[in-house]
């Protein structure tokens, strides 16, 4: 750094996005004003460059001829510079590396109703080996933001409502990525999700203690899983910008919870301080502004931190020692990455070998899809018997797509090059089904599309389901990118309602008097109220990825037990306000208002062909006492009693009487997943440290109380099996970020004669309400 001059320090403090223009469409908000670089390439990397933006994810390529480009970039940069420095490389990974040809696994949502942490982390260190094998370093994931109004556009791109739940989620993607030595993203940090109405970028409206208590703790389990890199939100909280924000930036991040990695600023969000916050009259105020924030790398491109960061420094408005400052965390994260070894080369082994879409990855996707369905509603006509007469329909039985998310290659930025083929072989629900062992007969018609339709296609439908013995009816979402989907980044929806007229197409099936089972494909949950009691079966798999309509036919056929369970809650009737089950008190149905919020498949709702049988739970001892610095044991004995594999997702909800502020009548705080083989007895004993009970008091910090407070052990957060009434001895303790976050879990084979008891039933598994 000594021996640097200014412009080559801040050199390493911007992205360069190359390859990108108009005719590729829009990836980024307003992509279109902003992304033109300011100079020709060989200008650009005369002091060496930061980082390279999506040299995969920008526009198709082939895998070989991308890692071999990639390559001369870099010994061009390494060659300018007089250092010798290469640039970081940085891609999108949300559902799997976004580039062309390469595996599309699961959606976020998917990973929460997998409530399958191991598996999430299997899937993470796919994607790394796989970003590894190109030269890429840094991947933009995974979103840690917890979905408050499912409104929001970006609701698919959340691992769900609860923050246990994104936290073990999202922690154990970061170290799969991390184990593979690619540096994870954590986004965005912090508040996005609860913008305004749910209006993408709109301001957040939220007190310190829903910050603290919802938004933080998954990036705080994240960040003590090795994340190395953060992004900022792009909303303001209370008027601050989060890219301006050093008490949230520095302060907390840095500060309190440690962080030494990077901080990288999200697409134009140091612009977006000028020309949409309007906090900086310049693009030098902008870049000033995020420098003393916190922020260290200006992405995707150069802009402010580029000439008017410069000129600022040479106006005396912007101190070296901040510059200094990101850039050591810059170069430490390149030495780390070993970037600056002497030996180092950008020529990847082999790139002609790599094959982004093979075996391994495509079995993996194809697991997690699995495990995401959930069957929300069965009334008996699933499994499909074998031979049935069955009519396909919907705007999502015969499209790839469907299946895809708005951040996965196809609906990205293969949408926008349609001349190009998809790369991958991606089935559609009714291909599957076609294809499938059971030998179905088919029919099909599409009805409407997600958006539009007519009536006679409306009637064409109608007249398929009528000559069938079960209607399969493929409803929900299209991903896209501001305005160009119904879900996504900038397509944020007015009500819950189905889109378009598929609503009207479901009446008009329902009233043909064929079975109706309905597969929901879609990137948030929908008011399906009025419909859900007439429904033979409701089966849902958000966007399950390139496997995901064989997971659904196998569903469908029964081939694999359904075992996934809601990462958020589906609205009852009528309500379109933004409602999650961690609501205080006065946020569920009560006589002071006219609006009931009990939804019709909550939080951790999931059915089974062949559910689990619940033989006991057990307390830790008859004390029933729980000290404020020590643990208490739930043991669950769990036996499956059919001749086919089931699982089940153990939670635990902790339930606090009375305490310092309004809390959520219930919270998630453990989810083991136990899988049973046919026969088999298993024991769950979960270890529960009080920390697990700690919240944010008046005084601003988090602690644990004494008093009374209630463990709630169920299938889900309204069928609850066993409560358990204890009594939290000891003194208060206030707790921080290196506070238990986690309970323990061991899982053994068997049942003991004292954890035999009466087999418990089914507390209040609701009814579709309709």
Not at 633 to 642: F, I, K, P, Y
Not at 673 to 698: F, K, M, Q, S
Not at 708 to 717: F, P
Request: aromatic share 6%.
């Amino acid at each position: 750094m000594a021996r640097m001059t200014l412009r080559e320090k801040v050199a390493q403090l911007y992205g360069v996005w190359v390859g990108i223009d108009s005719a590729g469409g829009d990836v980024a908000p307003h992509q279109h004003e902003l992304a033109t670089a300011p100079a020709a390439w060989e200008e650009l990397i005369r002091d060496g460059i930061g980082q390279l933006t999506r040299p995969f994810g920008t526009k198709p390529v082939e895998p070989p001829a991308g890692a071999a480009a990639l390559a001369r970039s870099q010994r061009q940069i390494m060659a300018a510079g007089r250092f010798g420095i290469p640039a970081l490389v940085h891609e999108e990974c949300l559902t799997g590396l976004a580039a062309w040809q390469a595996t599309v696994f699961p959606s976020p949502l998917c990973w929460g109703a997998s409530f399958d942490p191991q598996l999430v982390e299997r899937m993470g260190a796919q994607i790394g080996r796989t970003m590894r094998a190109l030269g890429v370093h840094q991947g933009l994931a995974p979103v840690l933001d917890v979905s408050r109004d499912p409104r929001w556009g970006r609701t698919e791109e959340t691992i769900g409502e609860d923050p246990y739940l994104v936290g073990t989620i999202g922690a154990a993607y970061v170290r799969g990525v991390e184990s593979a030595g690619i540096i994870s993203t954590l986004k965005h940090f912090v508040g996005y999700s609860a913008s305004r109405g749910g209006r993408n970028h709109a301001p957040v409206s939220i007190g310190r203690r829903e910050i603290a208590d919802v938004l933080l703790p998954p990036f705080e389990m994240a960040l003590r899983a090795g994340a190395r890199s953060v992004m900022n939100a792009y909303t303001d909280m209370d008027g601050l910008p989060a890219a301006a924000d050093p008490e949230l930036l520095s302060d907390l991040l840095r500060g309190t919870y440690g962080f030494t990695g990077t901080l990288v600023s999200d697409y134009f969000a140091v612009t977006f301080l000028q020309i949409e916050h309007n906090v900086a009259g310049s693009e030098g105020e902008a870049a000033a502004l995020a420098l003393r924030a916190g922020i260290d790398v200006e992405l995707p491109t150069v802009r402010c931190f580029g000439q008017p960061l410069l000129d600022a420094i040479e106006a005396g408005e912007v101190d070296v020692a901040l510059i200094d400052r990101a850039l050591e965390r810059v170069l430490r994260q390149k030495c780390e990455l070993g970037l600056l070894d002497a030996d180092w080369s950008p020529q990847v082994a082999d790139a002609e070998a790599v094959r982004l879409d093979d075996d391994e990855s495509r079995a993996l996707a194809r697991e997690l899809a699995e495990r995401s369905i959930v069957l929300l509603h069965n009334e008996g006509a699933l499994p499909l018997a074998a031979g049935k007469r069955i009519a396909v329909v919907g705007p999502r039985a015969d499209e790839a797509g469907a299946l895809m998310g708005c951040y996965s290659f196809p609906m990205h930025v293969g949408v926008h090059h349609p001349e190009v083929p998809m790369g991958i072989e991606v089935a559609t629900v009714l291909g599957a089904l076609r294809e499938d062992t059971a030998g179905y007969q088919i029919s099909y018609a599409q009805g409407v599309p997600v958006l539009g339709g007519t009536d006679e296609g409306i009637a064409e439908a109608v007249r398929a389901a009528r000559a069938a013995e079960v209607c399969v009816v493929v409803l929900g979402d299209k991903a896209g990118l501001f305005g160009g989907g119904t879900s996504g980044e900038g397509c944020d929806a007015t009500d819950l309602r189905l889109p378009g007229r598929q609503e009207e197409l479901l009446e008009a099936l329902l009233e043909t008097g064929t079975p109706v089972v309905l597969v929901l494909l879609a990137g948030r949950p929908y008011e399906l109220s009025r419909q859900a009691g007439r429904l033979a079966a409701v089966v849902c798999g958000f966007f399950p990825g390139e496997e995901g309509a064989h997971a659904i036919a196998d569903v469908l056929s029964g081939r694999v037990n359904p075992s996934g369970r809601l990462p958020l809650t589906f609205p009852t009737a009528d309500v379109n306000q933004p409602s999650t089950y961690l609501a205080a008190p006065m946020g569920h149905a009560s006589g002071v208002s006219n609006i009931d919020q009990t939804p019709l498949f909550p939080f951790g709702h999931g059915l089974s062909y062949a559910p689990a049988t619940w033989v006991g739970v057990q307390e830790a001892g008859p004390q029933r006492t729980w000290a404020t610095d020590g643990t208490y044991r739930v043991t669950v004995a769990l036996r499956n009693d059919h001749p086919v594999p089931t699982s089940e997702v153990v939670q635990v909800y902790l339930h606090d009487p009375v305490a310092e502020v309004a809390r959520p009548v219930q919270k998630l705080i453990a989810a083991p997943r136990v899988d049973l083989a046919p026969g088999a007895e298993r024991t769950v004993t979960i270890e529960l440290h009080a920390d697990l009970t700690a919240y944010t008091g008046r005084a601003g910090a988090r602690q644990v109380d004494p008093g009374e407070v209630e463990l709630r052990v169920g299938a889900s957060s309204a069928d609850i099996r066993s409560t358990m009434r204890l009594t939290m001895t000891g003194a208060r303790r206030e707790v921080g970020f290196d506070r238990v976050m986690e309970p323990t879990v061991t899982v053994t084979e068997g049942i003991s004669g004292a954890e035999r008891a009466e087999v418990l039933q089914s507390g209040s598994v609701p009814a579709p309400r309709g």
